[in-house]
């Protein structure tokens, strides 16, 4: 699986795949995976306390 994006949000890390997916990664490890957008995961911004990503579907979403 490709990763196109990453962002920090409070412990985690998070990864944008190819297939559209979020991977939620804590101490080095998978914890999460959600299907975010039916297109890649372009870009995300992070802050402490949200996550904002942006899919190749054209949807720029607001995580919290």
Same mark, same amino acid.
């Given at each position: 699986?490709?990763? &196109? *994006?990453?962002?920090?949000? %409070?412990? $985690?890390?998070?990864?944008?795949?190819?297939?559209?997916?979020?991977?939620?990664?804590? !101490?080095?490890? &998978? *914890?999460?995976?959600?299907? %975010?957008? $039916?297109?890649?995961?372009?870009?995300?911004?992070?802050?402490?306390?949200?996550?904002? !990503?942006?899919?190749?579907?054209?949807?720029?979403?607001?995580?919290?």
């Amino acid at each position: 699986c490709a990763i &196109l *994006s990453i962002g920090f949000l %409070a412990s $985690s890390i998070i990864t944008g795949t190819f297939k559209g997916e979020l991977y939620v990664w804590k !101490s080095c490890a &998978l *914890s999460n995976k959600i299907k %975010a957008h $039916s297109g890649p995961v372009y870009a995300m911004h992070s802050s402490e306390d949200h996550l904002i !990503s942006a899919g190749g579907d054209g949807l720029i979403i607001y995580w919290d």
